[in-house]
């Protein structure tokens, strides 16, 4: 059997009652929703159990909500004897990744991306900002759409997600432009997205010097497993490395093909999705459709996974 990654997801996973089912039976899930609860100084499970999508949609809420769900997860499969030999995450999923790699505490994870989703929120006043997800072009014709959109503003790639899928972000009315001029290149889709400020871009530079001050006074270990950062898709295994991919990583886009590419470079041939939905799922068949993928986020999609895996591994023996 080749290499396993697990691969945390980023926001847009959230969904109403994620969580629910593992916390209910599994105390090594509910015992990170309790201690996601105490370290924030409200009730985060009661957000994910039992929240509104709106309420789970604020992303100062949003953040801490996805990042303990995919711990929880986490958790559990570890108490399965399910580990990785290599992690990485989706912008916010790198949180999740780092703890599961034992560089920073959960709950100091936690109180981190609860600032960081504060942060993004107030950088850009409401309205200013956009982002946009297109299909269908290629990450060197949406770059070149971004470039012609500008007229002096703001407009960049932000997640470069897979062949098919780069979404775009910066100045409301420089994204509207490049959806117009991505569509006209033949663009499958151009889509404004529903998010509330324009993430990965120079406009999110005063959220990620904010963060800095926060990032700094945490402290960073050693990781135990690599990790394939966001910002330069490379393998980090040191906790100064891993603070500083952050940093960077709130202006920076999201290198994600790239990181997946090299995981499977390195031998990877089995990826688990660990956390809410499967968004990660979707982009890994349309970076590379030989890999296997799978997910865990409620009773049923851990049941599967464990038993592939351990047929797999047993196989392989």
């Known amino acids: 059997m080749g290499k396993v990654a697990f691969v945390f997801p980023g926001q847009a996973s959230q969904y109403p009652g994620m969580g629910k089912e593992l916390a209910e039976k599994y105390p090594a899930a509910r015992a990170v929703f309790d201690e996601a609860d105490k370290a924030l100084g409200f009730s985060i499970s009661k957000i994910c159990f039992a929240g509104t999508e709106d309420e789970l949609k604020l992303t100062a809420n949003t953040q801490p909500a996805i990042l303990t769900c995919s711990v929880a997860v986490y958790r559990v499969l570890a108490d399965r004897g399910l580990t990785p030999d290599f992690v990485a995450g989706h912008s916010l999923g790198e949180y999740s990744a780092l703890v599961a790699a034992g560089a920073v505490k959960f709950s100091d994870a936690v109180q981190l991306v609860r600032k960081r989703g504060t942060y993004m929120q107030e950088a850009v006043p409401a309205g200013v900002g956009a982002m946009a997800a297109i299909m269908g072009l290629s990450p060197a014709v949406v770059a070149d759409a971004c470039k012609r959109a500008t007229n002096g503003e703001i407009c960049s790639a932000a997640n470069l997600n897979s062949p098919e899928q780069t979404v775009i972000s910066g100045h409301a009315g420089a994204v509207k432009r490049a959806v ?16 509330s400020a324009p993430f990965h871009s120079a406009l999110m530079m005063p959220a990620q010097e904010r963060l800095a001050q926060d990032l700094k006074s945490v402290v960073f270990r050693n990781l135990s497993v690599p990790l394939v950062t966001n910002v330069d898709a490379d393998t980090i295994s040191t906790g100064d490395e891993a603070r500083e991919a952050l940093i960077r990583q709130v202006t920076m886009p999201v290198r994600w093909e790239e990181s997946v590419r090299l995981l499977i470079d390195e031998s990877v041939n089995t990826f688990v999705e660990v956390g809410p ?41």
């Open 180 to 195: 117009e001029i991505a569509s006209q290149l033949g663009a499958k889709r151009a889509v404004i997205l529903a998010v």
């Open 277 to 317: 939905g499967r968004v990660l799922t979707g982009l890994l068949r349309q970076i590379e459709r030989s890999v296997a993928t799978l997910n865990v986020e409620d009773e049923k999609s851990l049941a599967a996974t464990v038993e592939k895996i351990a047929g797999a591994r047993s196989d392989a023996a």
